[in-house]
């Protein structure tokens, strides 16, 4: 009985073995999605910055979100020790 579950296991081990490193892997071309010829049509346009940042409709554009504020994050010196005050809290 012992053998028969080693058997089997070293063969369920053999198999995992062969399709997790040596069975065909499938083509893409399999997988993809009809979509992606579109998608490469996307990326192989050709953009030229100067002719959008030229633009009279690119001028016309303005910022709708003001630049964030520069503030004090933490302490200026995050190693140095903290002061204790004098007089202890009351309860």
């Known amino acids: ?8 296991f070293i063969l369920l081990l053999g198999v995992a073995t062969y ?5 065909p892997v499938p083509f893409i071309e399999k997988i993809a999605s009809p979509d992606f010829n579109q998608a490469a049509q996307i990326s192989s346009i050709k ?4 002719a959008v940042s030229a633009s009279p409709v690119f001028k016309l554009l303005s910022p709708q979100v003001s630049l964030p504020i520069t503030g004090s994050f933490g302490r200026e010196n995050p190693f140095a020790t903290f002061v204790q ?3 202890p809290l009351k309860k």
Do not use: E, G, I, Q
């Open 19 to 23: 399709y997790l490193f040596f069975a």
């Open 47 to 50: 953009l030229d910055p100067t």
């Open 1 to 8: 009985m012992v053998v028969l579950a080693v058997a089997a």
């Open 85 to 87: 005050s004098a007089t």
